[in-house]
C-alpha cells in the first residue's frame, strides 16, 4: 500500500477510452479529487458520441482523481462539443461539462503552473490510420492536428516568455524523437502527413526547458530531456525533482 502525505500530479499516456489501469491505479495509491492525473492525448473520453461517450464520463467521474487530458488525435475537440464551457485553472484556460468538474481538457497553447513548474500544453498529430477510419466510418474529425490559429497562438505564448518553460505536454513528438523503430509495418511514411511534428522540432529548437512529455506512439521511451509514455504511470516531473533536491535548488 502507498500513502500519500501531499496532493499530488501524475502522468500516463493515451488510454484510448479504457480506464481499468486508471481504476487500479487511483486504488493502489489511495488518490482522491484533489490528486491530479494528466494524459497524454487519445483519452478517448470524447470520441462516441454523448450517449456512448457518457458512461465512460461518469466512470472517470467516479474515481478519486482530477483528469487533466490534452488533445490528441483520436478524439474530437471540446470546444466543438455543445455543453463544454471554458474556465481558468491553475493559470490556463481549460474545458469542462457541469456533470463532470472533475475531467478538465487543456485548450492548446495555454500554460499551466502545475506543481510550480510553468507547463505548455501543444496537442494534437496526425493519423496514419485515417483512410481506414474514413472507410468504416470510425471516428475522424479534421482538426486532428493544430491549426495554423493554434500555432501562432502556442508561439505567441512562448514568445512572451522568452521562449522558456519548464514542461511540454505534446501528444505528439518533435520530428527528431520520433521512435521510427515501433512505425507500424506496411505504412508507407511518405504519405504521412509530419507537418506537426516538423513544426513541434522547430519549438525544441529554440524553447529552453527542462522536460517534454509526450504520448502517441504506444511506446515507452526516454530520449535525452523528452519521455514518450503509454501505459506506464509516473509522478509529474519526478526527475526534475529529485535533481533539484539533489542540488539543493
Given at each position: 500500500?502507498?500513502?500519500?502525505?501531499?496532493?499530488?500530479?501524475?502522468?500516463?499516456?493515451?488510454?484510448h477510452e479504457r480506464f481499468e489501469r486508471v481504476e487500479v491505479f487511483c486504488r493502489r495509491f489511495q488518490t482522491s479529487h484533489d490528486d491530479i492525473l494528466i494524459i497524454l492525448g487519445d483519452?478517448?473520453?470524447?470520441?462516441?458520441?454523448?450517449?456512448?461517450?457518457?458512461?465512460?464520463?461518469?466512470?472517470?467521474?467516479?474515481?478519486?482523481?482530477?483528469?487533466?487530458?490534452?488533445?490528441?488525435?483520436?478524439?474530437?475537440r471540446p470546444c466543438t462539443i455543445a455543453g463544454y464551457k471554458e474556465k481558468l485553472w491553475k493559470g490556463g484556460i481549460v474545458y469542462y461539462e457541469e456533470e463532470y468538474p472533475s475531467i478538465?481538457?487543456?485548450?492548446?497553447?495555454?500554460?499551466?503552473?502545475?506543481?510550480?513548474?510553468?507547463?505548455?500544453?501543444?496537442?494534437?498529430?496526425?493519423?496514419?490510420?485515417?483512410?481506414?477510419?474514413?472507410?468504416?466510418?470510425?471516428?475522424?474529425?479534421?482538426?486532428?492536428?493544430?491549426?495554423?490559429?493554434?500555432?501562432?497562438?502556442?508561439?505567441?505564448?512562448?514568445?512572451?516568455?522568452?521562449?522558456?518553460?519548464?514542461?511540454?505536454?505534446?501528444?505528439?513528438?518533435?520530428?527528431?524523437?520520433?521512435?521510427?523503430?515501433?512505425?507500424?509495418?506496411?505504412?508507407?511514411?511518405?504519405?504521412?502527413?509530419?507537418?506537426?511534428?516538423?513544426?513541434?522540432?522547430?519549438?525544441?529548437?529554440?524553447?529552453?526547458?527542462?522536460?517534454?512529455?509526450?504520448?502517441?506512439?504506444?511506446?515507452?521511451?526516454?530520449?535525452?530531456?523528452?519521455?514518450?509514455?503509454?501505459?506506464?504511470?509516473?509522478?509529474?516531473?519526478?526527475?526534475?525533482?529529485?535533481?533539484?533536491?539533489?542540488?539543493?535548488?
Open positions: 500500500m502507498v500513502w500519500k502525505d501531499k496532493d499530488m500530479i501524475f502522468i500516463t499516456g493515451d488510454t483519452a478517448g473520453i470524447n470520441f462516441s458520441g454523448a450517449a456512448y461517450d457518457r458512461p465512460k464520463k461518469e466512470l472517470l467521474e467516479s474515481l478519486p482523481i482530477t483528469v487533466f487530458a490534452i488533445h490528441g488525435n483520436h478524439e474530437q478538465l481538457f487543456a485548450k492548446d497553447g495555454e500554460i499551466f503552473d502545475l506543481d510550480g513548474k510553468q507547463t505548455i500544453v501543444i496537442g494534437g498529430a496526425y493519423s496514419i490510420d485515417k483512410e481506414m477510419r474514413l472507410a468504416h466510418g470510425w471516428g475522424w474529425w479534421e482538426d486532428e492536428q493544430p491549426s495554423e490559429e493554434i500555432r501562432e497562438y502556442v508561439e505567441q505564448q512562448l514568445e512572451k516568455r522568452g521562449w522558456k518553460a519548464d514542461v511540454v505536454l505534446s501528444h505528439t513528438a518533435p520530428l527528431k524523437y520520433e521512435p521510427v523503430e515501433v512505425f507500424m509495418s506496411g505504412v508507407n511514411q511518405s504519405s504521412v502527413d509530419k507537418s506537426t511534428e516538423v513544426w513541434l522540432d522547430s519549438i525544441e529548437d529554440r524553447l529552453s526547458y527542462e522536460k517534454w512529455y509526450c504520448g502517441h506512439y504506444h511506446t515507452e521511451k526516454k530520449i535525452d530531456k523528452l519521455e514518450i509514455m503509454f501505459e506506464s504511470f509516473d509522478e509529474f516531473c519526478s526527475g526534475m525533482r529529485r535533481k533539484s533536491e539533489e542540488t539543493g535548488n
